[in-house]
């Protein structure tokens, strides 16, 4: 089997997986952070109309860990897909979290990004195996520049991301355009270990590259 329908229902089947092996999980949300906007992708039960915990917290950088959030434990693990921006997953449970919460959400955190970036890559359609194989690879990118702005400024995956993100759309170029090229300018080559080549940035995104890593080194 070649081909294989994706869609939000990819998404809410893994987030009911989710709160049915966490014990006394009230609820959960996935929001994503775009344009300086925090939007919620999908929430259920007790994370209906909580995206702001997010911002509160500062879960965009950083794994959160609240013990009573109006009553509820609070939980919240940052990911990240696509060219939208951020996505953090945050559950809500009749207890403060513990550390087996902790590891069932991190277990399944990747997953629930794979989906999200799966959805909004081929938006609804079939896709071939061939656009799920260009999809990893851009991911892939993605998380290697990200790991490069990480070290080379000491911060947060979150906002390692956001500074991708938010120089991506100041200059008008694609997030996987402009990673491939800020690995280019640092590494020197893209994996050439993939079936389908990894395609080439344009210019304007290596412009921006050497832009971007230029405004990153000290002093």
């Known amino acids: 089997m070649d081909q294989v ?3 939000p229902q990819l998404i809410t ?3 009911d ?3 049915a092996e966490l014990h006394g999980c009230l609820g959960a949300g996935l929001t994503v952070w775009s344009d300086d906007t925090l939007t919620p992708l999908i929430q259920r039960g007790a994370a209906e109309g909580r995206e702001e915990d997010v911002a509160k917290y500062g879960a965009l950088e950083e794994q959160v860990c609240v ?8 939980l919240a693990v940052p990911g990240s897909w696509g060219n939208e921006g951020p996505l953090v997953l945050t559950l809500y449970l009749d207890h403060p979290p513990s550390s087996h919460d902790l590891r069932v959400v991190e277990e399944i955190e990747p997953m629930l990004s794979m989906a999200a970036a799966v959805v909004e890559f081929c938006a609804g359609e079939v ?16 998380e290697q520049a990200k790991g490069l702005v990480m ?12 500074t991708l993100v938010r120089a991506s759309q100041h200059a008008n ?32 995104a290596v412009r921006v590259a050497r832009q971007v890593w230029a405004a990153l080194q000290p002093g």
Request: charged letters at 25%.
């Open 173 to 204: 170029v694609k997030l996987r355009d402009l990673c491939s090229a800020l690995v280019l300018q640092v590494c020197g080559t893209l994996d050439e270990t993939d079936v389908v080549p990894v395609t080439a940035p344009g210019d304007d």
């Open 127 to 142: 896709m071939r195996a061939d656009q799920m194989v260009t999809m990893m690879q851009h991911r892939r990118v993605i």
């Open 67 to 74: 013990d009573d959030l109006d009553g509820m434990g609070f």
């Open 5 to 7: 329908r994706f869609g």
């Open 13 to 15: 089947r893994l987030l």
């Open 17 to 19: 997986y989710l709160c």
């Open 151 to 162: 070290g080379q400024q000491r911060i947060p995956a979150g906002a390692a991301f956001q």
